[in-house]
Each structure stands twice: as C-alpha cells, then as structure tokens.
C-alpha cells in the first residue's frame, strides 16, 4: 500500500485510514484502488476481525477528487465500482469514525457501516444535487433502509449540510463524541467486537446484510446508468468548473 490509505493491525482490529489530508482526503483514483484491495484482503485474512475506518487530519472525506476525471489511461467509474462493492460486500463487522467534511462518497461509504461515530465537528452532504449528478455507492437504497424514505429523500434533493446532531437524531450515526475522544472511543468498540471469533462475526454480518445485498446490488446498477447520463452533462461540467474555480455554478444558464 502507498501512504494515501494507511493500514495498521492492531490485535485484530484494522485501522484504514485514508491519509490525504491536503485535499481533505479526496479519494483519486489510486485510492480506489487501494480501498478495493484493502477490503478484498481485509476480507481473507483470519486475523482481523473488524476494520475501523478513519481519516487522518481534521476531516475524513470530501469525496471523489474531483479533478481526477480526466486522468489518462484509467476508467474511474470501474475504480469506483469495484472499490464501492468491496466495502458494501465486505463480511465482517465494520466501524467508522469521522470528523469534519464527509461529503459525496466521504458520506455514503459510511452508510455502509455496521456503526458509525460522529466527532462533534462533522459535517456531512450529499452533494449530488448540486454537481448535476445521481447518488451513488448504493445510497439510494441505503440511506433510505438506514433512515427511512422520508430523511433521505430530504437530504438528497436539498443537498443540505447535516451537522453531526441532525446526523444522529436521522440515525445516521450511532453516537457524537468530541473530536478529541473519538478514534480512542472507536477503538475501543472495534477491540471489544475483533475479541469475539472471526467465523462468528462473519455469520452475523452476512446474517445482517443477506436481506440487503441484492438492493444494494440493484442499486449500484441503476446508479452506475444514471451516472453515466448525468457525468459530463452541461450542468456537470458547470459545477465541476465553478468548484476548481472557487466560484458558486451558475445552472440557470445551462
Ligand atoms: N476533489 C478535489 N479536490 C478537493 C476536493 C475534492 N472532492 N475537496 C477538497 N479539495 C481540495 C480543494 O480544491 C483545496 O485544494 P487547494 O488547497 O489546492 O485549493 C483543498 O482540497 C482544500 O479544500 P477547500 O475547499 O479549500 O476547503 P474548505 O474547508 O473550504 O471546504 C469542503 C472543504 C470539503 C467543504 C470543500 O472542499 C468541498 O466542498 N469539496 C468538494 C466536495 C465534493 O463535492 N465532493 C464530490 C463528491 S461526489
């Protein structure tokens, strides 16, 4: 693994930190790469438990980078993809604790966590709205089973910030602790659950998710068309643009 997602055993418990810091952990293209074969392998190997996931810095994910579109010779979506199905099919229990931006994918890889904790400066958005695309990573379907169709139906049109309260009172997270407190508190949980026998913990996360896994699967297909609809779209591009720009996007005009 390169350092852009860091990888740490600890008596069972593997720590995934995505380290970008600069670009509030932005997610390019090798790193999904390295999240697909981070999860395949966390996966086969009997001597985890339980993986924590966590970002280094002060926010865990803004998401996919969004100036790595154009890079040559890759195809981000099957990067996507197969880091996206990785994690919705990984078969062990999976924490996650985040502070700050968790925004576009930093959000929705996190409705796939078996427990989520909030630091208290999390803010959170589904942005999808707003870029002039579709929701993705299964979030169509999960956000709704995780929160009702209701929550999510307002969080995906408003693409409203979701401070960490209003992340718990939808049940987003399970808890919101201090910044401070937060890996420890995690920790802590992901140690207590990696103490109990690996064969045991795969049963109940299959015996958990074996009711969601064909919708979430149905899901990322139906997602993965509109993407591709909606990837490179006028409205796309003009968000895209005002983003690098530092600009707000202007839709009116397109
Ligand atoms: N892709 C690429 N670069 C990103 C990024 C992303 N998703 N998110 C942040 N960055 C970069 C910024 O361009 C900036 O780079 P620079 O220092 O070279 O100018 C740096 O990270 C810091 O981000 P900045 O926007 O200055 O920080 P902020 O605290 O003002 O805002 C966010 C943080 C997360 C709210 C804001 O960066 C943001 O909205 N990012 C885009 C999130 C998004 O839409 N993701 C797409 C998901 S599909």
């Known amino acids: ?3 852009t997602v860091l990888t740490e055993n600890r008596d069972g418990v593997l720590l995934v930190t995505l380290n970008r810091p600069e670009k509030k952990n932005a997610i390019n293209n090798a790193m999904w790469g390295q999240i697909r074969d981070t999860f395949r392998a966390a996966a086969a190997d009997d001597t985890v438990g339980c993986v924590l996931l966590t970002g280094a810095g002060e926010h865990f994910s803004s998401g996919v980078d969004l100036s790595s579109f154009g890079e040559a010779d890759v195809d981000p ?41 909030a630091g208290e400066s999390l803010r959170m958005r589904l942005p999808f709205a707003s870029l002039g695309l579709a929701p993705e990573w299964g979030s169509s379907y ?18 409203q910030w979701i401070d960490a309260d209003k992340a ?8 919101v602790l201090p910044d401070d407190q937060l890996l420890e508190h995690a920790l802590a949980t992901a140690a207590e659950i990696a103490q109990w026998p690996v064969n045991s913990l795969r049963e109940i996360k299959r015996s958990l ?11 990322m297909q139906a997602e ?15 968000a895209i643009t005002a983003f690098m720009e530092k600009r707000k996007p202007n839709f009116r005009k397109s």
């Open 168 to 175: 718990l009172q939808a049940g987003i997270v399970a808890a």
């Open 209 to 219: 998710r074996l009711h969601h896994l064909p919708a979430i699967k149905t899901a």
């Open 1 to 3: 693994m390169t350092d």
């Open 224 to 238: 993965q068309e509109a993407m591709a609809r909606q990837a490179g779209s006028p409205e796309n591009i003009e």
């Open 77 to 117: 979506q099957a990067l996507f993809n197969a880091a996206a199905m990785a994690v919705a099919e990984f078969d062990k229990p999976l924490v996650a604790a985040a502070t700050g931006a968790s925004v576009g994918g930093g959000a929705t890889v996190l409705f796939h966590a078996d427990v989520v904790y």
């Open 142 to 159: 999960m956000l709704q089973a995780n929160i009702g169709a209701q929550r999510a139906a307002e969080l995906f049109y408003t693409a």
